[in-house]
């Protein structure tokens, strides 16, 4: 049974920084994609950031582009989101994600973690 494990997540003034950590444990191979979704109230869940695990390559919504970076160690089957210059908008629930193809598609999702901005 694989589990996404989330942490980082908690209170921060406008302008500050966090980095969320998110580990796969279980068995789990052949992940593709390595993302970072947020869910703020009353909206729908948005895609923040993505990384392609063969090739490193990263995508960013518009809104945490130049002040949020992802990353990931291949070896630990973990995913980082580095968050920097914080807003009172970036205020949500972050999920883990990650997708995989071994015989048939797959993906899983962790369990949240809270992020709040304070102005």
């Known amino acids: 049974q694989v589990q996404l494990v989330e942490s980082g997540g908690g209170l921060v003034q406008a302008g500050g920084s966090l980095r969320l950590s998110c580990a796969a444990s279980?068995?789990?191979?052949?992940?593709?994609?390595m993302d970072w979704y947020r869910q703020a109230p009353g909206k729908q869940r948005e895609l923040v950031a993505r990384?392609?695990?063969?090739?490193?390559?990263?995508n960013y919504a518009d809104s945490v582009k130049g002040r949020f970076t992802i990353s990931r160690d291949n070896a630990k089957n973990t995913v980082y989101l580095q968050m920097n210059s914080l807003k009172p908008e970036d205020t949500a629930v972050y999920y883990c994600?990650?997708?995989?193809?071994?015989?048939?598609?797959?993906?899983?999702w962790g369990q949240g973690t809270q992020v709040t901005v304070s102005s």
């Open positions: 279980g068995s789990i191979i052949g992940i593709d994609t």
């Open positions: 994600h990650i997708m995989g193809f071994i015989v048939k598609l797959y993906d899983y």
């Open positions: 990384i392609f695990t063969k090739t490193s390559i990263t």
